[in-house]
């Protein structure tokens, strides 16, 4: 109903505020109403009088905010408020640096670990084939393990069936393999800057571990039949070839910065002190 | 630092005038308000005095089921009070108490005026409380269950089919439907208002990421109302045509189905909890903090926290139904849903002691009562994990356990919280402190009253005690926990009185407050208390959450940090 | 330092914040959004569970011509806005009176069907499930029309006056924004009923 008036409910010229006038018709309307209701449960002739006075209070209401909103004006008194805090000292928490949440100053952005997951899938399926063609003398067979977990059918195959071509194994397995590798790829990309040292040896050797451990524990419920067949030496060389390519590979792009960038010290974000790690431990809030 | 008004050159045109006729001038000046403050305290005012009626009714259900075999008061008038007590506490106290809070309080922190729409606020209040008054006419006027009651008498949930016309014969049910509807056009309407203020009237410099946090909690609050209350509105609609029209809605004869009722009470009756405790978690997360004397901790955490609850409740409503037999499929994701609504309230528990960690905790009167909430609000968060196992629910659902669960929610959470609110808030309202000893008093008393009632009652509940029963037989071995639960019941109405006469004693001869009684930080407690009609001389400017922390230490503001 | 408790504004950016009416009609939409979303589930989870006659197959037939015009005037009155931010009042009241126009083709038309239903079916409120919801359904979103036809039509007759100018034009759009949403409602409550429940 009233839609518009000066921003803040009311401006001031010389030492008055204008405010939206005081007016009882939204309490008649809210009177008419309630008395429709009480209509319904008591006598029609008391909903009558619900109705005739929701249009006097409608109607009032109307005439309050157009065309123009009434306003008046209230007279501001002269007060001066101190604004003082009764308490002069203030005390911070002793926090070591070691306390010190380390949050990202610049981050990769989200392209990055997606070129990183590319490039890791690719260079994974190296050992992948190495492996296949020194055990089974096919270059499919790591393929087609990968794809088993997808087809049930599958699940009596024997080593022959999976050392042949199938399409559908193709189709099934670049599917897994993409997704698992982009992924992933995600995940280095955001979790790499937080590394503290070395980022690349330590998210390529350290993920691949943590990874593989979690696959050990769970595989047998996602893909029996990879569970079966999976040789753990080769699955770990190909999951490390991953994990250093696309550390590499993400290393190589420029990062971004993030929020907390913005909060550092101006010195710092202007690059007069390069230190910015270092600054990042002063700046405290009193807490 | 101080603040300069330009003095007035509009003159004083007040004249002097007989005590009736200053009397019908105050009169006037109320009923046509549409200063959010002062509907704020007519909210406030208004839930007060529902308060004391509901409160009185429960007094009367513990009294009748202190003892077995108790004939105090008849079934009939049993039913009426349970159903008067629970619609009356949730409806016409719980929200208008909080609304109260929010009409005053949201504009002074955001620092604007006013409300966005003054007049609809004025409204909304009016309505709403009209639905209260039509609620209570029932006592004279409404015919109840059995032809010779008065008040409603189906529950506060009004499960169909018994609100039909035909076991609800009379229009005391009416009377029940109209009125919540009343309120609830009242509800969306300051709802409304709430969002539009937070949204479109913030002062410069007040972005939606330095807002207080009670602005915020209100805000998720009022957009959980639309998509809660609205659902009651069209069931009570619904209700309106089966019994007026001779719709089929709810009627099971023609094919209608009970159980959707019961679903359609429960979307909105349990985002009606988090909408109940939502401003409660708001009030501590600004009084908390200023008696740590420490700024609040993980702010943004808290923010994503509540807009997390904010959507979770509206999963999680058929917790309410596992006896209804939803199947195994609607059970599991339903008490999963239930589960994790646990997690952003634990962070928002962890996040409170971890301001509270290392603070320099002041024990005021309002800090006491939120530290009793904190623990309380955490056991009564257990109970609630233990429920949300459908199969425990089906064992105990419909008992006294369950009573004891959302009591412990709503008296030693948000009750609590409420208390803690006037102890930190009456002073900038009236311009006088509430006396801490009186405080002390009340907290004390209500804290041992509290326990003694509700911590027991769990027992009676796991012992097979069904809630809504008018008496019970001496030999069932729960007549020891009523006796203790009904005394508890007695010292809290005791605590209650002292906290009326504190109220009453303190806004005419409490200590002067002065405008910022707690060294605070947020933009209320910028301009006089109570504050003017305008609120601010000059509309601030902020640059941090904590803009009064920048004005009392310029050395080293907070804006440097955030 | 004795001047303002105010913290100096250090940045001169400019403070803007979005319009009132705009979010208030917003929050309103969804309010009802909810309302009307109850009533379709109710009519969902009923169709097909009446126990006697007649059922919507029988009985309910595509209402095309009003559903255009009900859509149609959701244009009309984006025109209305438009001319009147341009200061074209006259255009305005032409465009409002469009609109008033078609609400007025779908309203008369949802009567005639209700007649039809009422005296040919012999299909009530009280008759089964069907009635029950579909009455409720229709009816709550023809009360809606209602309400937005009043509004237009007093907005026709000031501008019609020339008492509406062009600093009007945000309150007319919040109004527009009503009205679309009665529209879009009735998207719904045509695919609901008309087209899937039939």
Request: charged share 10%; net charge neutral.
């Amino acid at each position: 109903m009233d839609i518009r008036s000066e921003s803040g409910g009311g401006h001031h010229d010389a030492g008055a505020v204008h405010l939206p006038a005081p007016t009882a018709w939204p309490m008649v309307l809210a009177l008419g109403m309630a008395l429709i209701m009480t209509g319904l449960v008591t006598n029609g002739v008391i909903g009558l009088l619900g109705l005739l006075l929701t249009v006097l209070g409608s109607v009032g209401w109307f005439r309050q905010v157009l065309p123009v909103e009434q306003h008046e004006a209230v007279a501001m008194q002269a007060e001066q408020i101190q604004i003082y805090s009764t308490r002069v000292s203030v005390d911070r928490l002793a926090i070591a640096p070691s306390h010190r949440k380390i949050l990202p100053i610049e981050v990769f952005h989200i392209t990055t670990g997606l070129k990183g997951g590319i490039a890791g899938g690719i260079a994974m399926t190296v050992p992948a084939a190495i492996f296949s063609l020194i055990k089974y003398h096919s270059i499919w067979y790591a393929m087609n393990l990968l794809a088993a977990g997808g087809f049930v059918s599958w699940a009596g195959a024997s080593n022959a069936f999976l050392a042949q071509f199938h399409p559908e194994g193709l189709l099934a397995g670049l599917a897994i393999h993409i997704v698992a590798s982009l992924l992933v790829g995600l995940l280095y990309g955001a979790v790499l800057p937080m590394f503290p040292w070395k980022p690349i040896l330590t998210a390529g050797f350290l993920a691949p571990l943590v990874w593989t451990g979690l696959l050990y524990s769970t595989l047998n419920i996602v893909s029996p039949i990879l569970d079966e067949r999976i040789d753990w030496f080769w699955f770990i060389m190909s999951q490390v070839a991953f994990g250093l390519v696309a550390g590499f590979v993400i290393n190589l792009q420029a990062k971004v910065r993030t929020a907390q960038f913005q909060a550092l010290p101006f010195a710092v974000r202007a690059g007069l002190h390069s230190d910015a790690t270092l600054k990042t431990e002063e700046r405290d809030t009193p807490q | 630092m101080a603040t300069q008004t330009p003095v007035s050159p509009v003159a004083d045109r007040t004249t002097a005038l007989r005590p009736s006729g200053r009397m019908l001038e105050v009169l006037h000046e109320w009923v046509t308000t549409v200063d959010h403050k002062k509907i704020g305290l007519m909210y406030i005012a208004y839930a007060l005095v529902f308060m004391l009626i509901a409160g009185v009714q429960a007094l009367l259900m513990r009294i009748q089921l202190a003892v077995p075999n108790n004939h105090f008061v008849s079934p009939q008038e049993f039913n009426r009070l349970f159903t008067m007590h629970g619609t009356t506490m949730v409806f016409f106290v719980g929200m208008p108490i909080l609304f109260g809070f929010g009409n005053y309080l949201v504009p002074l922190m955001i620092g604007a005026r006013d409300m966005a729409f003054p007049r609809l606020n004025a409204f909304s209040f009016w309505i709403a409380g009209f639905g209260g008054l039509l609620l209570y006419f029932s006592y004279f006027a409404g015919s109840g269950l059995y032809a010779a009651g008065t008040a409603p008498d189906v529950g506060w949930f009004a499960y169909a089919p018994l609100t039909a016309r035909a076991f609800s014969p009379g229009h005391s049910t009416d009377y029940w439907t109209l009125g919540v509807l009343l309120s609830g056009i009242g509800t969306i309407g300051t709802a409304l208002n709430i969002v539009t203020t937070t949204i479109c009237m913030r002062c410069p410099g007040m972005k939606m990421s330095r807002m207080p946090l009670l602005v915020w909690l209100y805000f998720v609050t009022c957009c959980m109302v639309f998509v809660a209350v609205s659902p009651l509105t069209a069931a009570q609609i619904m209700l309106m045509i089966d019994r007026y029209l001779g719709g089929h809605f709810f009627d099971t004869q023609a094919g209608g189905s009970a159980v959707l009722w019961m679903h359609f009470f429960w979307i909105f009756g349990h985002p009606e909890v988090y909408i109940l405790v939502l401003p409660a978690f708001g009030f501590a997360n600004e009084i908390i903090p200023v008696f740590s004397r420490k700024a609040i901790f993980g702010y943004p955490a808290m923010v994503g926290a509540t807009v997390g609850i904010g959507f979770i409740s509206l999963s999680v409503w058929a917790h309410h139904m596992f006896s209804v037999g939803l199947g195994p499929g609607a059970n599991a994701f339903f008490t999963f849903a239930t589960m994790v609504i646990s997690v952003p309230t634990g962070i928002k528990i962890f996040n409170w002691l971890a301001t509270l960690w290392g603070g320099n905790i002041h024990f005021t009167t309002s800090m006491m009562f939120a530290v009793g909430f904190l623990f309380q609000f955490l056991i009564a968060g257990l109970t609630g994990i233990m429920l949300s196992v459908a199969p425990f629910d089906w064992q105990l659902t419909g008992s006294y356990f369950v009573v004891a669960h959302f009591h412990y929610v709503l008296v030693g959470a948000i009750l609590f919280m409420i208390f803690s609110a006037f102890y930190y808030w009456f002073p900038k309202m009236s311009g006088r402190v509430l006396v801490e000893k009186l405080g002390k008093w009340h907290f004390w008393l209500f804290l041992i009253g509290f326990h003694l009632t509700f911590d027991f009652m769990h027992i009676p509940g796991m012992l097979g005690m069904p809630r809504r029963i008018y008496t019970y037989e001496a030999d069932r071995g729960w007549a020891m926990w009523n006796m203790i639960i009904s005394s508890g019941a007695v010292l809290q109405a005791i605590a209650i009185l002292i906290f009326v006469y504190n109220m009453v004693w303190s806004y005419f001869k409490g200590p002067v407050a002065g405008p910022d009684p707690w060294d605070a930080w947020t933009l209320e407690w910028t301009t006089t208390s109570p504050p003017p009609a305008y609120n601010f001389a000059v509309l601030p400017t902020v640059e941090s959450r904590r803009p009064l922390w920048d004005l009392k230490h310029p050395e080293d503001p907070d804006s440097n940090y955030e | 330092m004795s001047t303002a408790a105010i913290v100096p504004h250090g940045t001169s950016e400019e403070w803007k914040l979005p319009s009132r009416g705009i979010v208030g009609m917003a929050c309103l939409i969804a309010a009802e959004s909810a309302v009307f979303i109850i009533f379709v589930v109710a009519y969902i989870y009923y169709l097909g569970k009446s126990l006697s006659g007649p059922s919507p197959h029988d009985v309910l037939e595509l209402p095309i011509l009003t559903t255009i015009c009900l859509l149609s005037s959701s244009i009309t009155v984006h025109f209305a806005v438009a001319a009147l931010r341009k200061g074209k009042t006259s255009m305005c009241s032409l465009w409002l009176a469009a609109t008033v126009l078609l609400g007025s083709i779908f309203l008369a038309g949802t009567g005639h069907e209700w007649y039809q239903l009422i005296y040919r079916d012999g299909l009530t409120i009280r008759t089964n499930l069907f009635g029950t919801t579909f009455y409720s359904l229709v009816g709550l979103h023809a009360s809606h029309v209602i309400v937005g036809l009043v509004l237009l039509a007093l907005a026709l007759v000031f501008s019609l006056s020339g008492k509406v100018t062009e600093e009007h034009a945000e309150r007319l759009e919040v109004l527009s924004l009503y009205w679309h949403f009665v529209d879009a409602v009735w998207v719904v409550v045509f695919t609901v009923v008309y087209v899937l429940g039939r």
